[in-house]
Structure formats: structure tokens, C-alpha cells
């Protein structure tokens, strides 16, 4: 039996798993461990809707032991490190547990860039635990400026759901270093978003970097201070920390430096998936930190490993990205296929997409549900008809 542990239950840690299991007959060939320091799955993407009060966290929260049941192990542990040389992971319960594949799929935390006060006086964003403790914040705050440090993507749907909120004496401003706010993004996209913003009266600081965060002002790089503020950081992350024997190949911003089959340099059972790799892509940059990455990555791994287990060669994995979407709160805006779409029809697409991942890990990594995933032109068109024909029976039904 093959040991396979996976280090992190996110969107590529389970996804992984699952796609492990899609040979579910042979499962008895694999023992699949998944270590987490949480004991559920969070989705990030949705996370900015607990803080505005427009979900609970229990609508995007799901226990690991409830998606996985007995197909995997599951270990609530903290990962402290991989010994690649003795093939073991090591946890701060202080156990050692041996594998044959490891796949380090741990994420990312803030980058604070060295910004005084950052860390401390800032309230972080990444963690559904961080939305609920922002939530709680926002409760007994009055006439105050909430200061969103980042115009990334995480930035403006926080921006955007609370301006939902019905507090109007909250003043939400976005501060972004660069010329724009959402680098790389498609131009016509930004302007349809930055119309949103204009319409929520939520104001946006471009070019003008933070210098320093205190307990309630943030001074800019011209010198502004926006007095009586709240900051939350969105401004930047980097790859988890975790130790590693010997020390392997990092990016500056502590990514693990993958092949494009995602195998750590020097061996060839020892992958990094979703945000803590740096994945190269054909374009020389590295892989978007995103979680519709993040999945088919996953995927790609659990295929190669099958198929290295049947003698087959592993397969390189290619990356096409067909659209963007951003969840602003009740409203959504963004792109498919070079069209913009927006209001239901966004929305709509938004609720497949997530109902569509939760159906493939539970159904193990088969059935129509996992077609979104494959980037062939007959998947493709199956998974858009499972689109139209889900969404028809979800609208005739709330009629
Ligand atoms: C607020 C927000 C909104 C986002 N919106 C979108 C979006 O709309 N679309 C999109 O594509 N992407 C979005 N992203 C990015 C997306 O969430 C990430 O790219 C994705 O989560 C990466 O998946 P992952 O598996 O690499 O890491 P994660 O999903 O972060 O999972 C890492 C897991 O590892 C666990 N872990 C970490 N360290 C340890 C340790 N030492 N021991 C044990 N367990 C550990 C964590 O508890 C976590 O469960 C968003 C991110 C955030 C924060």
C-alpha cells in the first residue's frame, strides 16, 4: 500500500484527495493521510459575505471528516515540517508520520512588506476566523474610516460587500500602491468595477503607498493621514512557512519552486500545489494565486501519481484561464470568455462553480461535475450544458 500525505485540506489539498479517489475501486491500493490544523474547510472566496453579514459561517464551512468519510485519514495537526531525505512529515504533537508521495498544499499568509505597524495594528483577512472577528469589529464601530490596505481582488469584494452593510456612517476608502487597482486584470473589466465602486461611494486612493499603520490612523506615502480608521490588510501574501530537510528552492516571496509536472526539484515524489508553488508558466511568470489554479493543479497531480502508479508516464500540466469573476457582496461582476457579465446571470455562475467543486470532491473526482475541469473542447461544452440545464431547474424551482 502507497502512503500519501497530503499537507493542507484547501481548495488544492482536497481537491487532490478527491482526485486521488476517482479510481475508487483500487482505493484500497492507497492509504491517503490529510494533515490540517483545522478541522474544516473554508471558502476563502466567500469569506468577505460573513463579514458583511450576507452568509454565516457555516454556509461556507464544511467538517473534513463530513466531505472525506473513511477515504482518507484525516489529522488535525499543526505540519511543522517534511524530512524529504527520510521520507517522513514531522507536527507539533511532536509525531512523525512516513510517506511515499508527500504534496505540500499549505497556502499563504500575509506579506507585510517590512510596513511598521502592519501586522500589529491591522486587522488580517485570510482566514474565515479573521472575517468572524471583523464582523464583530464592524458591529460597534461608528463614524469611522475603514481603511481597505490593497486593491487586489480580495480588497475590492471586501470593499464592495461592506458597502452593503446598512451602517452609513462607515467610510470605506481603498488604498493601492501600483497606478490601478486588480494588476493584470482585463482594462475593460477594471472600469466596470471601478463604476461599481464609484455608485457605492466607496473611495479609492491609487499610486500612494502605505508607510506606517497605527491603532486608529494609516499615513500615506504623500504624507496623508486618514485619522479615526480601521485597517484591514489585503495588500499581499506569501508562501507558508514550514521547514523543510534539506532546504529546498523558494521565490522571495517564500513560494516552493515546482516543475511543470509540480515536483520539487531533486525528487520525484514530492510535489507543491495552490499558492505555496511557484508553478512556471509559459508566459515566464509564475502561477496566479488563485483558487480556480490552485484546483486544476491539484488535479494534475493526482492524475500523475495514478498514472506513475500503473507505469505510465506523468502528464505536464497546462494552464488556461477562461474568466474572472468578483463577488462584491449581493452584486458580481466579471468576465468569460472576453464577455463581461454581471447582475443574475454572474451570479449564477458564481453558485455553480462553487456547487459544482463541493459536488467533485464528493463525488470522488467523477462525473459530469469534475468536466469543468478539463481544458478539452468536448469537457468544456458538457460542462457549460450542465451550467444552462442546472441553472433553468434552479430558476423554475425558486418560481
Ligand atoms: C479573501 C479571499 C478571497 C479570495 N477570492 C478568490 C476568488 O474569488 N477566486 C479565486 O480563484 N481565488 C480566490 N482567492 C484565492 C484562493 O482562496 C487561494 O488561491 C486558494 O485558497 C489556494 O488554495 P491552497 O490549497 O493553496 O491554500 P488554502 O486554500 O489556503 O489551504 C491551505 C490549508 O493549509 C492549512 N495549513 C496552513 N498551514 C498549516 C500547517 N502548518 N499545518 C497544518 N495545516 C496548515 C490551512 O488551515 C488551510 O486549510 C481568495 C483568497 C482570499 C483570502
Not at 515540517?81 to 499563504?108: C, H, P, R, W
Not at 515566464?284 to 494565486?289: A, I, K, L, R
Request: hydrophobic letters at 40%; glycine letters at 8%.
Amino acid at each position: 500500500m502507497k502512503k500519501i500525505c497530503i499537507l493542507g485540506s484547501g481548495y488544492s489539498g482536497l481537491f487532490c484527495a478527491a482526485n486521488l479517489l476517482v479510481d475508487y475501486e483500487n482505493r484500497e491500493k492507497y492509504e491517503i493521510s490529510i494533515f490540517d490544523q483545522k478541522p474544516y474547510h473554508q471558502l476563502l472566496q466567500q469569506i468577505h459575505l460573513v463579514s458583511a453579514n450576507i452568509k454565516k459561517p457555516r454556509e461556507i464551512s464544511f467538517s473534513i471528516y463530513d466531505l472525506m468519510k473513511d477515504d482518507v485519514k484525516f489529522y488535525n495537526e499543526l505540519v511543522l515540517g517534511v524530512n524529504f531525505d527520510k521520507q517522513n512529515i514531522f507536527t507539533a504533537n511532536n509525531k512523525e508520520y512516513s510517506f511515499d508521495y508527500v504534496i505540500i498544499a499549505l497556502g499563504s499568509s500575509n506579506a507585510f512588506f517590512g510596513i511598521k505597524g502592519a501586522k500589529e495594528y491591522s486587522q488580517s483577512f485570510r482566514s474565515l476566523d479573521d472575517a468572524i472577528q471583523l464582523q464583530k469589529k464592524l458591529q460597534n464601530l461608528k463614524d469611522c474610516n475603514i481603511i481597505i490596505c490593497g486593491g487586489g481582488a480580495t480588497g475590492i469584494s471586501l470593499a464592495g460587500a461592506l458597502s452593503e452593510t446598512s451602517k452609513e456612517n462607515l467610510n470605506i476608502i481603498i488604498v493601492e500602491a501600483q497606478s490601478d487597482i486588480l494588476p493584470g486584470w482585463n482594462p475593460k473589466l477594471v472600469d466596470e468595477i471601478k463604476k461599481f465602486l464609484r455608485r457605492k461611494k466607496i473611495n479609492l486612493i491609487t499610486n500612494n503607498p502605505i508607510k506606517e499603520v497605527y491603532p486608529s490612523s494609516v499615513l500615506l506615502g504623500d504624507g496623508t493621514t486618514l485619522k479615526n480608521s480601521l485597517s484591514i490588510w489585503t495588500a499581499g501574501v506569501k508562501g507558508r512557512d514550514i521547514q523543510t530537510i534539506p532546504l529546498i528552492k523558494k521565490t522571495r516571496s517564500n513560494r516552493i519552486i515546482v516543475n511543470k509536472l509540480s515536483l520539487i526539484e531533486g525528487y520525484n515524489n514530492a510535489f507543491a500545489v495552490g499558492d505555496i508553488s511557484a508553478f512556471p508558466l509559459p508566459n515566464g511568470q509564475t502561477s496566479p494565486q488563485l483558487a480556480q489554479f490552485a484546483v486544476r493543479q491539484a488535479m494534475n497531480i493526482a492524475k500523475n501519481i495514478l498514472r506513475k502508479e500503473k507505469g505510465e508516464k506523468m502528464v505536464e500540466f497546462h494552464y488556461e484561464q477562461h474568466g474572472s469573476i468578483l463577488s462584491l457582496g449581493k452584486s458580481c461582476i466579471g468576465m468569460i470568455n472576453g464577455i463581461i457579465i454581471s447582475g443574475s446571470l454572474c451570479q449564477y455562475v458564481e453558485d455553480f462553480l462553487i456547487d459544482n467543486y463541493i459536488k467533485t470532491i464528493k463525488n470522488r473526482g467523477r462525473g459530469i461535475s469534475s468536466l469543468a475541469y478539463e481544458q478539452d473542447k468536448l469537457s468544456q461544452i458538457s460542462s457549460s450544458l450542465n451550467f444552462m440545464i442546472t441553472t433553468a431547474a434552479k430558476i423554475l424551482s425558486s418560481n
